[in-house]
């Protein structure tokens, strides 16, 4: 085993000092110690079993729910790329690779008479959706999830039943350092047309309500757990994070070049020019704001890696 990535033999690509902005959605970062792309997912295993355990390695998708912080990540990115796109559906299942984007992938579900319309409006790729249990509409990954291909830290390949990832609202247990290539879904059956249309609706339902054309990571801060809408306790998630958002006077607050929307105050914004710092900085405020006004500690559903600047 070796600590330096560089003494590793690759078919994928290898780049020392990559930097991050330009590979997540809000646009900022700093770099990266490495950047791994592999080839497919016997490349990805080789490298990992063959890099030290000491070496931090941390799986990035297409970074849609993401903010790298400005003074980059010590650690090894995994980022996957066209060889693990592919998306086959074949007797009642649809088994996509975990860079094949959630928008593809429904539509391709749809044409077979497969109804994954929920991932239609989901900003990312499916290893993303697996790892954070992404939803909408009332519809969950692992609804419809059967199994999940992976590859562990030290770079075996495994097959996991979805029980394993101990899934919950917007979050599973995929152990640290692994990474998963693909996933098989078995989803209920629908007419094409009707798929189409329900897909076309929610499109459009989510472009008058989002800022779905603006910089952002998606929803922001996790809708509470426990609360009814009057704030009172519950077993269901009514209390929305944008409500309290709204209730705290901070929708539409700014920070640098940072924003929270004014059309939907849990989209975080890069207006133009933000840090990370900004970014972030902003969120926090929001939160210390929600706090003192509702008393409930909103959580980040955008996950936040790496150093601050130095």
């Known amino acids: ?157 495994v097959t996991l039943a979805p029980a394993e990832l101990k899934p919950g609202y917007r979050q599973t247990e995929l152990p640290e350092g692994w990474v998963i290539t693909a996933a098989t879904f078995a989803p209920p059956a629908g007419d094409p047309a009707a798929l189409a249309a329900k897909m076309e609706a929610q499109i459009a339902k989510r472009d008058a309500s989002q800022p779905s054309k603006a910089r952002t990571a998606g929803s922001t801060f996790r809708n509470p757990a426990g609360y009814s809408s009057t704030g009172e306790a519950s077993d269901t998630h009514e209390l929305k994070a944008w409500k309290l958002i709204d209730e705290a006077g901070m929708r539409g607050a700014r920070r640098g070049g940072a924003e929270m929307s004014e059309m939907h105050c849990n989209f975080l914004l890069n207006t133009g020019g933000a840090s990370a710092a900004d970014l972030e900085g902003l969120g926090e405020e929001i939160r210390k704001k929600v706090l003192q006004v509702s008393g409930i500690s909103l959580e980040w559903e955008i996950m936040r890696v790496g150093q601050p600047a130095a």
């Open 1 to 157: 085993m070796t600590t330096d990535p560089a003494e590793i033999p690759v078919r994928g690509t290898l780049s020392a000092g990559r930097a991050l902005s330009d590979l997540t959605w809000l646009r900022v970062g700093g770099p990266a110690d490495w950047l791994f792309q592999p080839a497919d997912a016997e490349d990805l295993a080789a490298f990992l079993a063959a890099l030290d355990p000491a070496v931090p390695v941390f799986p990035m998708g297409v970074g849609s729910n993401l903010i790298v912080r400005d003074g980059g990540l010590r650690a090894v990115v995994i980022r996957l790329g066209r060889g693990f796109n592919a998306i086959d559906c074949a007797q009642g299942r649809v088994t996509a690779g975990a860079a094949a984007l959630d928008a593809h992938v429904a539509r391709r579900a749809a044409e077979a008479g497969l109804d994954l319309a929920f991932l239609r409006t989901i900003p990312g790729a499916i290893g993303g959706a697996v790892r954070m249990n992404a939803g909408c509409y009332g519809s969950y990954t692992f609804d419809a999830l059967a199994e999940v291909q992976a590859v562990t830290r030290d770079g075996r390949a």
